[in-house]
């Protein structure tokens, strides 16, 4: 019996980004870490095609390993980050309408 059933939950997890590129437009989508669901794997890290997911500064919580966040200014909205993250480790990692993010973070997301 072959072992290949133990990898199909890898198929919708793309492969990480092998070229880093620039945001274009406002996205629709912003990517929001759930920082207090989050392990700080960094797992998603890779995938970014935009290189915008960071650790948070070690002073915030003062834990060996802090969780990660998304410059938001950066994130092109992908949707790769969330979909890793589900697949390969939690569901820390939410996207949200453009528009209820600038309005919950009282802030505006650029062009």
């Known amino acids: 019996m072959a072992d290949s059933y133990k990898y199909e939950h890898y198929k919708a997890v793309p492969a990480p980004a092998e070229k880093v590129n620039i945001k274009k437009k406002k996205p629709k989508l912003m990517a929001v870490v759930d920082e207090d669901n989050c392990t700080g794997c960094q797992v998603c890290v890779p995938f970014c095609p935009v290189d915008c997911i960071e650790t948070v500064a070690v002073e915030k919580y003062g834990i060996p ?35 209820e993010f600038e309005e919950t973070y009282n802030t505006t997301v650029a062009d």
């Open 65 to 99: 390993i802090p969780p990660v966040q998304v410059r938001f200014d950066e994130c092109i909205g992908c949707q790769i980050c969330a979909r890793v993250c589900t697949k390969l480790t939690w569901d820390a990692i939410h996207m949200l309408p453009t528009a």
